[in-house]
């Protein structure tokens, strides 16, 4: 069964800092990447998805995700994050055309110092 | 934008005790989902629904758990008995069928707190 990771539990940047979160999935076939957003007290929102093609993707408010099969990677990024962007981000996976299962990351808590 | 909503946003219940946590979702979506994310842990994948019946469910899905759609538009998640360690935020989703359509569109949640 894919899994996935997300090393950043708890990251505190300051308005206008770059950001970076990783996530890293286990499985070797074909998947379907996407972001997710919870905002405080908010549902999850989706940023951005990776599907195929140019595996570098562009989501809403600024953000982006590149895809690099080589390390199972799907890190999220952002160069000057707002302290709006304080969320809840989680990274997850779908094993292409396997089912509708999606995987989640345990999630990274980004606060924003204004 | 069209939304996935949620009710009760918050139920409180005694250990036990039946609970069901009601989903709409969006009108022309045809497969449904309940996540649960326990406190301090990750979002997991209880269960799908398509075509009145369920695709996929996890281990989590136990026989304490049941889905149905009544009436053809809430998407309900029953706990028969529920335990302390049912205490979590649930999560419905749904998707449209076709082509690019592996986007879950998610509701607020509903948290359920077991006493």
């Known amino acids: 069964a894919q899994s996935v990771s997300q090393h950043n539990h708890h990251v505190i940047l300051s308005e206008a800092a770059s950001l970076e979160l990783g996530c890293n999935y286990s499985?070797?076939?074909?998947?379907?990447l996407f972001w997710y957003v919870q905002y405080p007290g908010q549902h999850l929102q989706l940023l951005l998805k990776?599907?195929?093609?140019?595996?570098l993707v562009k989501g809403i408010k600024g953000f982006e995700a590149e895809f690099i099969k080589s390390k199972f990677s799907f890190n999220l990024r952002k160069p000057s994050v707002q302290w709006s962007d304080t969320a809840e981000y989680f990274c997850?996976?779908?094993?292409?055309?396997?089912?509708?299962?999606?995987?989640f990351g345990g999630g990274t808590r980004l606060m924003v110092k204004p | 934008e069209p939304e996935v909503t949620q009710t009760p946003s918050h139920q409180v219940t005694q250990m036990g005790q039946e609970v069901i946590l009601r989903c709409v979702p969006i009108?022309?979506?045809?497969?449904f989902y309940w996540y649960r994310q326990i406190l301090g842990q990750k979002v997991e994948f209880l269960v799908s629904?398509?075509?009145?019946?369920?695709?996929?469910k996890s281990e989590i899905f136990d026989d304490q758990f049941s889905v149905e759609r009544p009436d053809g538009s809430n998407f309900t998640l029953k706990i028969r008995s529920t335990k302390l360690e049912d205490s979590a935020m649930y999560f419905c989703?749904?998707?449209?069928?076709?082509?690019?359509?592996?986007?879950?569109?998610f509701g607020a949640g509903s948290r359920l707190t077991v006493l």
């Open positions: 989703a749904s998707r449209e069928d076709g082509a690019g359509a592996n986007v879950l569109t």
């Open positions: 009108s022309n979506h045809l497969y």
């Open positions: 997850a996976v779908n094993v292409h055309n396997a089912g509708n299962m999606l995987t």
């Open positions: 990776y599907f195929s093609g140019d595996p």
């Open positions: 499985y070797g076939g074909t998947v379907n």
């Open positions: 629904f398509y075509n009145n019946e369920i695709s996929e």
